[in-house]
C-alpha cells in the first residue's frame, strides 16, 4: 500500500506528518527519518483499528461493501 503523507513543521520544533487519505491519522519526529517511521506506524495501528471496526459492523446488522474508485 503507498500513502501520501504530508510533513510540516511543528510548533514545538519537531516535524509534523499526517496521512492524507486517513482522517486523524498523524505522528510527529525530530527528524524527516523519525517522523516518517512513526507515521508508517500510526498507519499500521490506524488501519488495524479500522479492520476491528469493520469486523465490529459485520457481526451486527450493517452491510460492509468494497468499491473501487
Known amino acids: 500500500m503507498t ?3 504530508l ?3 511543528g ?13 486523524g491519522c498523524a505522528s510527529q519526529g525530530r527528524t ?4 516518517l517511521a512513526n507515521i508508517r506506524e500510526a498507519v499500521t ?3 488495524e483499528v479500522q479492520q476491528e471496526r469493520t ?5 451486527g446488522e450493517a452491510e460492509v461493501i468494497e468499491i473501487e474508485v
Open 3 to 5: 500513502a501520501k503523507v
Open 55 to 59: 469486523l465490529d459492523a459485520a457481526r
Open 45 to 47: 495501528g490506524w488501519l
Open 32 to 35: 524527516r527519518e523519525e517522523a
Open 7 to 9: 510533513i510540516c513543521p
Open 11 to 23: 510548533e514545538d520544533g519537531y516535524l509534523v506528518a499526517e496521512c492524507l487519505a486517513l482522517s
